[in-house]
Every structure is written in C-alpha cells, then in structure tokens.
C-alpha cells in the first residue's frame, strides 16, 4: 500500500525532488568556506614564528611598513592583469554608474579609510599594546575582535544577528577560553600599570574589525586583489612618516639583516598579508563579516597546532578539545546560517 500523500490525484511532486540536489549544492559550498576558514587561520597561526625572525633586529612600525610594502608589490602583477582582462567589464560598469572608479569620492575616502584607520593602526598599536600590557592581558582582549565585528557589520552594514550566529559566537568564545587556558588569577585589566598598553590593544582590534568592515563595502565594487593592493600602499604612505618619527631606520642597518630576518619578512608579505588575505576577502564576499569573523577563533588553536609540528612545543588534550570546540562553532555558522 502506498502513502496516502503519494495517491493523491493531481499532486506534483516535481519541487521534491531537486530539494536533494539544492542541499548537496550548500554542503558542497560550506565545505569549500570552511576548508578556506582553516586554510586563512592556519597561514595566520605562522604569523607568531614568522614575527619571531624579524623582531629581532627590526621594531614594530618598521616591521608593519616592510610587510605592506612586500605584500603591495607582490600583488601589483594580480592586479595588471585582472584589470586588463576585465577591460570590458569594467568599461561597461563604468558606463553605468562609475562605481569601479579609483579616484571618485566614494572609493577614494574607502580605502584611506581601510589604510589610515584599518591596516596602520590594527599593526602598530598592537606592538605598542603588547609591550605595554602582559600576554594574558592581551589574549583575552583579542578575544572580543569577532564580537566588535559582529557588532560593526550590524552597525554599518545592516546585517543581521540571527540566534545561530549568536550561539556560533558563543560556542567558539567557550572553545578558545579552554584552549587558551588563561591564568585568571594574574589577570590586570584595569591595572592603572597596564591601563594603557590594554586599550592600545584594544583599539588595535577595533582597527581590525573596522578594516573587514570597511573591506566588505568595497569588495562590491573592486575585486579581492585590488582592495588588498590599494589599501597596502595608502598604508605604507602612512607608516613611514611614522618609522621617521618614532624609530630609527638607516639603510646600513638593512643591509646587515640576517637571512632569517629577509625569510620572515617575506613570508609576512607574500604569504600571511598577501595569500591569506586574498583568501579571506574572498570569502568576505561570499559569507557576511559577522559570519567570516567567528572563525578568526581557530588561529589560536592552529598556531599552538603549527608550533608543536614545527618547534617542537607540547600540545594537550585541553587544547585539542578546544580547539574542537571552536570548530564546531565555524561550522555551525557557516553551514546552518546561510
């Protein structure tokens, strides 16, 4: 005997049966994203070995200006040739409404905006946070940078917050808080000693929040490489004025970097500032900012996990269920919130 639902004269069953085949098309997207989130986080978790070459011989703003620079220049051929291979493209949207013009307004106030506010300062005030505060200090207050991004697209870009992205935020928060494996107990945030080097840090992942933001508008009309490339070269206009100003530079003293010094600068450049951010404004451009921004909960446990392969450092049964649990959380935002 068969269903009734199915002997009824005259039912079409007909949108049924593509429903499979529009579920296997979001799997097969979510897994794309979230593959790509890893990837992003996992070439940002080599960002703290990388660090450690270079802070040896260079101080923080001068280390922020090499990277843009690299990363600009390694990216200008990207960007020759998408513009010359969109040319018709970009005429006919030209034409239309002027949008992908570099130099109206409306862009031009969008990438200082990304470079002055976003790039510059997210790099110089943490160096300047960090040595000014302790490590725990600034752990956590890196913990609120996919909250303030949340709260920025919600704000600026009228996204908005479903209880799915809600409960990602929180399950990733729980993740990294047990893989972190903070010291409470030595905690000093209102500490008038570290009071100043806490809000540097702060305001450093305000600037972050503030760039993927600020990102996520533009990418409407530029392509992932372009903004990046733009962006990279307003910031570096900016952050010599500040190397003259707060630290000292000569070109003799560039000339005796360590190799290991020019292999961590081009690894900032061409990989964690260049490869990686291709990737994430990718990805900007097809998740919402709230969404991208909770995987940003993964770089802990990837660098701890990059740091035991290659240094050697132990990793614990605490990390691996945090670093799980954060997981869990990216891939409940990415692939029921769509």
Known sequence: MQPAACSRPGRDLRPYAAFPDVMLRISKRSITDISLLVLVNGIWGAQFTAYKLVSNEI??????????????????????????????????????????????????????????????????????????????????????????????????????????????????????????????RHLELTSSKFLLGNFLVLLSCTSSSFYNVCSKELLRRFSPVEVLTFGYFLAVLVSVPLVCLTEPFSLDAMRHYAPSTWIGLLLLGVFVWGLAMILWLFLLKRLDVSQASVSVYLLPFLGVLISAIFLGERITGTMILGGGITLGGTILIVSMDR
């Open 59 to 184: 101080r923080p703003v001068t280390v922020s200006a090499w990277i843009f620079l690299i990363a600009a220049v390694v990216l200008i051929p990207f960007v020759v040739h998408e513009r010359s291979r969109n040319r018709a493209a970009r005429a006919s949207f030209l034409a239309a409404n002027g949008g992908r013009s570099l130099f109206s307004r409306r862009n031009l106030l969008g990438f200082l905006a990304i470079g002055v506010l976003g790039l510059v300062p997210a790099s110089a005030f943490m160096a300047w946070g960090v040595a000014r505060s302790t490590a725990s200090n600034s752990a956590l207050i890196n913990l609120a940078v996919p909250i303030i991004t949340a709260l920025m697209a919600v704000a600026m870009l009228g996204e908005k917050m479903t209880p799915a992205r809600w409960m990602s935020l929180f399950i990733s928060l729980v993740g990294v808080l047990i893989l972190s494996d903070l010291d409470w």
